[in-house]
Every structure is written in C-alpha cells, then in structure tokens.
C-alpha cells in the first residue's frame, strides 16, 4: 500500500514538475521574442528650446517625473534591482561620459526613448516607464530633452539587463511592466501644451506618474512587487478625499499624513513629488477628489 502511495505520489510531483518546465520554456521564448522585436516607428519631430527657462523646467521635470528616482542624483543611471530571482536591472547613463550615451546620441534617439520606449535600433527599453513620459506635452517632453542633452559627463558604466527567472514570470503574467513599448499607441502625436491652472484637466495630466501604482482608477490594489504594502487608494473614497488642499500638499512634502502616517520613499516617491508647485498640487488633489 505504501508502495502505490510513494508511486502515486511520485507521478504527480513528475507531472508537476514537467508542467512546470514546460510553462517556464514558453516564457523563456515569449520573453526572448519581446526583448528582441523591433518597433518601425514614425519620429515626430519636436522643437528643442535651450533657454535658461526651458532647461529650468526640463531640471524640474527630471524630478518630478521620477527620473532621478531610477537614473540617479546626477543621471549617470545606476543599478536598482540586484536580485537572484529578479535579476539585475539598470537605469542607463544617460550623459555622454564613459558608459552613457554616446556621442552621437541625438534628440530624436531622445524622443524614441522617452516617447515610445525603444532603443536606437528599434527594440524596446526594459522597465522604463515611457507608457508614462509617452503622454508628456510637447513642451514639456522637449524641456527634458534639452536639459539632458546638456548634462555634464558622468564616467559610469553598467551591466546589461539581466532577467531573472522571476521578473520573466512576473512579465508573462502581466504583474511587472517589463516592455513598456507594448503599452503605448506609437502613432498618437504628443498634444502641444497642457495648460498649468488649478483643474481636473490638468490634474489629470500630471496623475500620469501616479498610475504606475495606483492604476488607472487612482483605486490602488495589489502590491506594486513582492514584499511591498497594498497600494493606497487615493481618490474622494481614500484618505486623500478627507483632506484639505494645505494637508494634501503638507502630505506630499513631508512624507507625513494628517493621520501620522510616515511614508517611506522606496513605497511611496513623495520627495519626487515635492517638487510639484502649489498649483500642480492643488490640481491633482482636485482631479483625484473628482473621482
């Protein structure tokens, strides 16, 4: 009897483990197929400003847009997943020193990055949330683009992408963003200028970076990645729609909410955030209560 239970119990961990295989071999290719694709896309052509003005805002944006969260203080990148399961993953250099982008690298190969999420030679940036900078204004989008242009060097050189084993799964069950170009509609143009005043639409506009976590709905939900809290729900029916505007931005430059909650920056950016205007602010909690 317990000879048939050891059998029996021996075949079903066999096709356990063979199903397993199997399913890891597709995502190996599936994974391997996306990293490769190549993306025939049509460049639109933005105008670069280079005024003290321009690449004041495009300073400010590289902030409030995260950039610095993944790229660095400087923008000479840095390695933020280092994990045997994960893999190693590495935010570009994105000035002209050793390891960054090289000499030759124009604002159109800017526009591709940032707009559709692809290298020079077609195939897509891994983790780089262009779904995101893809909705930026022209305006805003060519401020970034001329203060980056203009960066000082910075010698500092990085591994190639590395996926784990883990980040693959994660990616074939649609749990971690790893191909944002697959996100995007390559042939909407960005819109020319978004208006700065205190409305939903331009709350709107600036929720954009919000969504990575807090989803579409600013409902939140599942951890943004293992070992991480339960993403707030931030619009009227979440803590955010209980506060006052002086709260809601007292929140976001302190990383302390009216409830004495700290928040740590690796859950939720605030210092990013920060940055954001008065203005901006009021108009992103006003676009949020909206919802």
Request: glycine share 8%; proline share 6%.
């Amino acid at each position: 009897m317990i000879k048939k239970i050891l059998k029996f119990t021996g075949i079903i961990l066999g096709v356990i483990v063979l199903a397993v295989s199997l399913y890891y071999v597709k995502v190996y290719i599936s994974t391997e197929q996306r990293l490769h694709k190549k993306y025939d896309v049509q460049l639109q052509s933005l105008q670069i400003n280079r005024d003290s003005a321009s690449l004041a805002l495009g300073a400010r944006l590289v902030t409030t847009k995260g950039c610095k969260n993944c790229h660095g203080a400087d923008l000479g990148g840095k390695i933020f997943v280092d994990d045997p399961a994960l893999g190693v993953l590495s935010a570009a250099n994105l000035t002209k020193g050793k390891g960054g982008r090289p000499a030759d690298y124009s604002e159109a190969d800017f526009v591709r990055a940032l707009k559709h999420g692809l290298r020079r030679d077609g195939t897509p940036l891994i983790f780089m949330p262009a779904h995101e900078y893809t909705m930026l204004s022209e305006s805003d989008m060519s401020a970034i683009i001329a203060y980056c242009s203009a960066l000082p060097n910075v010698d500092r050189e990085l591994p190639e992408a590395d996926l784990g084993p883990l980040a693959k799964v994660l990616a074939d069950l649609g749990k971690l963003p790893l191909f944002p170009a697959e996100m995007i509609d390559h042939t909407r143009n960005l819109v020319k200028e978004v208006k700065a005043e205190i409305s939903i639409e331009y709350g709107e506009y600036l929720s954009t970076s919000c969504r990575g976590c807090h989803k579409e709905t600013m409902k939140g939900g599942e951890p943004v990645a293992p070992g991480y809290p339960v993403v707030a729900d931030i619009t009227s029916t979440g803590h955010p729609g209980k506060w006052t505007d002086d709260q809601f931005m007292s929140t976001l430059r302190t990383g302390v909410t009216p409830e004495g909650k700290v928040l740590k920056p690796e859950e939720m950016p605030w210092p990013m955030v920060k940055e954001f205007t008065d203005v901006e602010l009021k108009a992103l909690h006003l676009y949020l209560n909206s919802l």
